[in-house]
């Protein structure tokens, strides 16, 4: 099987869910932005199994998926909670972390 | 056994030290037992020396091993010479000691806190017994610090006057300068003979290149400078006047002013291998007696007067020990002798200032004999002896010395002849402002002779300074007596003995006279148009302040500035490096902009970078 | 020796520490009785040591206590004695409860944390002069930070923080460098030995280093200690933080820690690295002499008390590393009676000043004047002390100067007699201070000082009475030393020199 197809689409995916986050100012936007980044690598991980032969990558893309799912949790609930104090849900408007 | 000469005012000092004011009522007394107990103990060991032949005489106790690194060949005994010199100095301190411990219990009976004194007073005689029985030069260095702790203490007694304080300080720095050279020439001892004990120097000396000996003799001669309060280190001593009088007249008359010269004697061997060393010990004393007479006759201030005059006789001493075996013995004649006489001395000026609430002025004293008949007598007594009147102690201690320096060279000879004169000169004026002139007191004082405490002592002493020198040259018995330790050669002057006790006694006359005829009539307050020399005389001869322009002022100057180094450079260096950092941290952090997007862009670019190093280093 | 007797020594404050935080309901002592007993029974632990200690035993170190600690880098916990670590423990021994004892005003509020801490700090200078393995070595030298850095940080004056930054800073320094010499050290002891190992015994009686792996370690190793001990120009840290510092750290900091500086040059240094200490003896020598007239100097014009004494400690561990580095018999032991002499003065100055700064909370010499008249016993005390300090014969401090003077002029005569001059300035700045603050006339402030109490003389008396002692008796000390000094002399190669002139007689 010729993997390249697969990989280049991964790649897109890649870079498209990469410029998302670094261009939306969304929290919601850049947060699906960072799942499409996940898929990305998650497409890779499978193809690279299905190569192989082996069951190494999809069990990496399990993992990877868990990793997404306990993600979510936790940043929606940042983002709710960012949303709710300050009725917005940009990201360059929480900036008191800083110098 | 000579160990409780020591030990006792020690212990007592200890005692009246640590128990403080609880001891205050029998401290005195205690103290005065001490020191009795130490002179009585002395007194039998003295006893029994004399009942044995010359050479038994020295006795050794090695009380315990003291510092000891076997290794190394490195051992000092904590052991305790007594012999004839020792022996000498013990009595003279005992005895001077206890009659001034008995003096100090009228003179400081309106002090607030006579028990302190009384245990620094202990506190010194333990201390300098210590120096003069010690049988090594690290030993004696224990003593000789002691001493001048004991000084140091007793010099600020009244330690609320700032004058009493600083002039403390400055006696025991210019003290430890001398103790710089003591230090340096212990050294050398231990590293050339691989020993610092007497009679392992005596016995090494001989056969040791001519360096050792210069070098050691110049070394103790710097040590003798400072405590003797000799050229160039003899500044202090009139400042330590600000002391009671009790103890200028047992530390910086008696006692301990003299140890200088006891440590050149007692280095004898040293001496005798290095003319050039004894050269220059004979210059320092000539220097140093002309210097305090031409002091001691411009101070108005009787007890400044009196300690040019203490410097200068111990010129004299200092000048006889230069001169070698023909010097020695005279040397710790005039000791003893000046012991006595300048002690009666002190003691009486003491007395006086009893009398007439601690006027040091002689312009305002002036017909005190009516008032105070036994100070006066004794202090005349002490007169006579000075200036060397016969057959008072003086003369014979003093005449001795002529003989002596004239028979080394003309020099010599005419400055100890000069320095008689002097004598002579300062002390009529002394007599003559303080006891024959019509009084000129003060308008609150009312003189009264001193209590018998005080008196006592003075007459004690008056008796010796008018005896002791008859007793102790009579059919040479000193010479004898000391022959076996310093070694003794009869000077042979180059004119008859006659003949020189002839010319000493015109040039006393003279001196005697010009001191009457300048001073039949007194100024209550110090003339002001006078000689240049009475000028500089006036300023200690400018010695405060050469000190002040060559050490003091530079020296403050560069610790001053070695302080602003510290803190400015080496200091700054660290602070400047702390700053540096914490400068480049300030600019760095800025970095860190708190916009989640930028810090994702830096993970993409570094991810980028990372990804194009790995595949450049790849091809 | 069966008996883990120094483990003993070691535990003894820690479990102390310990108790302080059990609740009150369950022990009977305040905390100022558990810190104080703590210490006390160290101390009665040391004297039972010390009465079995062999003097003349060969044995490099006695009362071994020794078990695997991480055993693939052939590290141990290893504890042993010489009769140098004997003499410090003896030293740490005896001032901590003079200063727990003496410093109990400084407790108000953070009592328990101020006890813990001083405890913490004598076990951690307790294990440093115990260790026997490099590696634990280097660990509980830079552990006696900690403890220090609290003190200065927490209880020091306005200053405290940035002075317990910089002398945390200095340590670590130190400590940084001291690590890469160590893991250095390690990896030629792999390739020459066969096995690694960390033990300061076998490390000095089986390696051969070449002469330049030898001098970088040196450095190294010398770099912390210099900085410790602290040698110039590596000194600010200590004016500053004994300025800030209370007397009760500033006694437990240089009269006790700042030894390891020096008792590192003498029980590593000069074992392991023989051939290099020799090599840089003479600029060694030449910097602590330039570091005795330096400290002199500027002790002379500083215008605050404590910052006095820091300066006059500058100038006395010239002293004692001059002693180390003479590699001569007399001016080694001389530097161990030094680090005592230095011990007992130094917190004999900083608890009287301390009682006295306490009081008007102002340290400035300025501020003060004819103290002794409100003030007697704290005069006198204070006055002993000082005079021990700048080696008034008959004290401690004088036999230690005498001997490491001594001891470097049978080597080189120039720096010795250099070194010399510091007995004059000694006295200037000593008496100097002494005269400002408690002589002259009774200034406004002093006039309501209130003089020791009891309790606080009892705590100072011991410090007199041993700097007494070891004035005319020093034999004690000598002995326990003597042995180990003569090892290291022996590992150097350094004979000492016979007298001139049985040479001559000899030839």
Redesign the interface.
């Not at chain 3, 408690?438 to 009774?442: C, K, N, P, Y």
């Not at chain 3, 000492?496 to 049985?502: A, E």
């Given at each position: 099987m010729n993997p390249n197809a697969y990989l280049v689409l991964s790649g897109i995916i890649f870079s498209i869910g990469a410029i998302g986050v670094l261009l939306r100012r969304n929290a919601i936007v850049a947060f699906m932005s960072v799942e499409l980044m996940l898929n990305a690598a998650n497409l890779a991980f499978v193809t690279g199994s299905r190569v192989w032969g082996t069951l190494d990558g999809q069990t990496a893309a399990f993992f990877v998926m868990v990793v997404a799912a306990a993600e979510v949790v936790v940043g929606l609930a940042i983002i709710i909670t960012i949303f709710r104090t300050r009725n917005s849900a940009s990201v360059d408007e929480a900036s008191l972390l800083r110098w | 056994m000579i160990a409780a000469v020591i030990a006792l005012p020690a212990l007592s000092a200890a005692v009246l030290l640590s128990f403080g004011n609880r001891t205050n009522k029998f401290g005195p007394l205690l103290a005065i037992f001490a020191s009795t107990g130490s002179f009585l103990i002395g007194l039998w060991h003295f006893l029994q020396m004399v009942a044995r032949p010359a050479e038994e005489r020295p006795a050794l106790t090695t009380v315990y091993e003291w510092l000891a690194v076997p290794a190394a060949g490195f051992k000092i005994n904590f052991a305790l010479q007594l012999d004839q010199l020792s022996i000498s100095f013990v009595l003279l301190i005992t005895f001077v000691g206890t009659l001034i411990h008995i003096y100090s219990l009228g003179y400081m009976s309106h002090d607030e806190n006579p028990r302190r004194f009384f245990a620094y007073l202990n506190l010194f005689v333990a201390a300098m017994l210590l120096l003069v029985l010690a049988d090594n030069y690290l030993l004696l260095y224990v003593g000789w610090e002691g001493v001048g702790l004991a000084s140091y203490l007793l010099i600020g007694f009244w330690q609320h006057k700032p004058t009493a304080a600083v002039a403390a300080k400055k006696a025991f720095v210019a003290n430890r300068v001398g103790d710089f050279g003591l230090s340096l020439a212990i050294m050398t001892m231990f590293i050339v003979f691989g020993s610092v004990s007497f009679s392992d120097i005596n016995s090494g000396i001989v056969g040791a290149p001519a360096w050792v000996s210069l070098t050691l003799g110049l070394l103790l001669l710097l040590a003798a400078c400072g405590k003797s309060a000799q050229f160039p280190l003899q500044s202090w001593l009139l400042d330590a006047m600000e002391g009671p009088t009790p103890v200028s007249a047992l530390i910086h008359a008696a006692t301990m002013v003299t140890a200088g010269v006891y440590l050149i004697v007692r280095s004898a061997s040293i001496f005798n291998a290095s003319e050039i060393a004894q050269t220059a010990v004979v210059i320092t004393g000539a220097i140093s007696l002309l210097m305090g007479a031409i002091i001691g006759a411009a101070k108005d201030d009787i007890k400044k007067s009196l300690a040019g005059s203490t410097m200068s006789q111990i010129g004299y001493m200092v000048l006889a020990a230069g001169l070698g075996p023909i010097g020695y013995v005279f040397a710790i004649l005039h000791l003893i002798t000046h012991g006595f006489f300048k002690a009666v001395m002190f003691l009486g000026a003491g007395s006086i200032m009893h009398a007439t609430n601690d006027n040091v002025d002689m312009r305002r004293y002036g017909g005190l004999p009516k008032v105070m008949f036994f100070t006066t007598i004794t202090f005349f007594i002490g007169y006579l002896a000075i200036i060397g009147v016969p057959p008072f102690a003086g003369f014979y201690s003093k005449d001795h010395i002529i003989e002596a320096a004239l028979s080394h060279s003309w020099w010599a000879g005419a400055a100890v002849l000069f320095g008689a004169g002097l004598t002579a000169f300062y002390m009529t004026r002394m007599m003559m402002m303080t006891f024959v002139s019509k009084s000129r007191w003060h308008d609150d004082v009312h003189p009264h002779e001193s209590p018998l405490s005080m008196v006592l002592p003075m007459i004690v002493l008056s008796v010796g300074a008018a005896t002791m020198g008859i007793l102790l040259t009579r059919n040479h018995i000193f010479e004898h007596w000391l022959e076996p330790i310093t070694g003794f050669v009869k000077p042979e002057p180059p004119l008859p003995i006659q003949t020189i006790t002839t010319i000493t006694l015109s040039v006393v006359a003279i001196g005697v006279l010009i001191g009457i005829w300048q001073n039949i009539k007194i100024a209550k307050v110090a003339p002001v148009k006078v000689s240049f020399v009475v000028k500089a005389a006036r300023k200690d001869l400018y010695g405060d302040v050469l000190n002040e322009t060559l050490l003091m002022r530079p020296g403050q100057g560069l610790t001053k500035s070695l302080n602003i180094f510290d803190n400015a450079v080496v200091d700054g260096f660290v602070n400047g490096l702390g700053l540096f950092v914490s400068g480049i941290s300030a600019r760095l952090r800025r970095s860190e902009t708190g916009y989640v997007r930028s810090y994702a862009m830096s993970i993409v670019l570094g991810t980028a970078l990372l990804i194009i190093a790995l595949l450049m280093v790849r091809i | 020796m069966n008996f883990p007797w120094l483990l003993i020594v070691l535990l003894t404050p820690l479990i102390g520490t310990v108790l302080l935080f059990i609740p009150k309901r369950f022990v009977a002592f305040s905390d100022q009785q558990i810190a104080l007993y703590s210490s006390l029974i160290t101390l009665l632990f040391v004297i039972v040591i010390a009465l079995q200690f062999d003097i003349s035993s060969s044995a490099t170190t006695q009362f071994d206590v020794s078990f695997d600690w991480i055993p693939v880098f052939g590290i141990t916990f290893h504890l042993g004695l010489t009769g140098i670590s004997l003499v410090l423990v003896g030293l740490t021994a005896v001032l901590t409860p003079i200063v727990l004892l003496a410093t109990e005003y400084e407790v108000q509020k953070k009592n328990k944390e101020f006890l813990m801490w001083i405890l913490l700090t004598q076990a951690s200078a307790l294990a440093v002069f115990l260790a026997r393995d490099l590696f634990l070595f280097y660990v509980v030298f830079e552990a006696m930070l900690i403890p220090i850095f609290f003190l200065v940080g927490r209880f020091g004056g306005p200053k405290r923080g940035a002075a317990a930054l910089?002398f945390i800073?200095f340590g670590l320094a130190g400590g940084l460098v001291m690590l890469a010499a160590l893991i250095w050290l390690y990896f030629v002891a792999v390739n020459q030995l066969g096995r690694g190992t960390f033990s300061i015994t076998a490390l000095s009686n089986e390696l051969k280093l070449d002469a330049w792996t030898e001098r970088w370690l040196f450095l190294g190793f010398f770099f912390a200690f210099a900085l410790k001990a602290p040698m110039?120009?590596g000194?600010?840290?200590l004016p500053?933080t004994a300025e800030q510092a209370t007397p009760g750290t500033s006694t437990m900091l240089i009269g006790i820690l700042d030894k390891v500086g020096t008792y590192g040059m003498l029980a590593i240094l000069l074992p392991i690295f023989p051939n290099a200490s020799i090599e840089f003896a003479p600029v060694i020598i030449g910097f602590a002499a330039l570091g005795i007239i330096?400290g002199a100097?500027?002790a002379?014009?500083?215008k605050n008390i404590k910052r006095t004494f820091a300066y006059i400690s500058i100038s006395h561990f010239g002293f004692i590393v001059m002693g180390i580095f003479s590699f001569?018999?007399?001016g080694m032991?001389g530097s161990v009676i030094y680090m005592v002499a230095h011990g007992l003065s130094t917190a004999g100055l900083f608890l009287t000043a301390g009682y006295l700064i306490r009081q008007k909370d102002n340290s400035l010499i300025s501020n003060f004047g004819?103290v002794?008249?409100a003030a007697?016993?704290m005069t006198?005390l204070f006055l002993i002390a000082g005079?021990s300090s700048i080696a008034?014969?008959?004290m401690a401090g004088?036999?230690a100067e005498?001997?490491v003077?001594?001891?470097t002029?049978?080597k080189y005569k120039i720096p010795?007699?250099i070194a010399?001059?510091a007995?004059?300035l000694?006295?200037?700045y000593m008496?100097?201070l002494?005269?400002r603050v408690?002589?002259?006339?009774?200034t406004k402030e002093s006039s309501n000082i209130i003089d020791l109490n009891k309790k606080q003389i009892l705590a100072l008396s011991p410090l007199v009475a041993l700097t007494l002692l070891f004035g005319?008796?020093?034999?004690p000390i000598?002995k326990i030393s003597?042995s180990t000094?003569?090892h290291t002399?022996t590992l150097v190669g350094a004979t000492?020199?016979?007298?001139?002139?049985?040479k001559?007689?000899n030839q």
């Open positions: - | - | 910089k800073l110039i120009p000194h600010t840290w500053d330096y100097l500027v002379i014009a500083q001569t018999s007399i032991i004819g002794t008249k007697p016993v006198g005079l008034l014969p008959g004088f036999v005498f001997m003077l001594t001891g002029f049978q010795a007699i010399t001059l007995i004059v000694a006295a200037i008496l100097w002494y005269q408690f002589t002259g006339t009774e005319f008796y020093p034999a000598i003597e000094i003569a002399m000492d020199p016979q007298p001139m002139i049985r001559v007689v």
